[in-house]
């Protein structure tokens, strides 16, 4: 009796409807979330910041008050394509990459001041 109950007993188990197995669609919709979500939190704020970053470099001049990557503060003598000379005292001089200088002194202070 017991062995005709366990026999029936997974016949039905086995009889029973499967799961079905998602599809691939199914399967990657939590990655397609995760993408739009890093993309619109972190991607795209970053993009933008180095767009603004870049027009910023383009806009440099002779005369500016910079303030370098490193947090050397100056005075820009001298713009190429690729490098800026900096004066950072009195007959001191430095020359860097355009790409070092991280903001100019108004926008610093102003940004301070908030």
Sequence with gaps: MLFGL???TAYAQSAA????APSTFEMFVPFIFIFVIFYFLIIRPQSKRQKE???FLTELKRGDE???ASGILGRIEGIT???VTVEIADGVKVKMLRTQIATTQKAA???EKK
């Design 6 to 8: 366990l026999v029936s």
């Design 109 to 111: 202070t102003a940004e």
């Design 81 to 83: 394509d690729q490098f």
């Design 66 to 68: 910079v303030i370098t």
């Design 17 to 20: 409807p499967a799961g079905g």
């Design 53 to 55: 970053h870049q027009k």
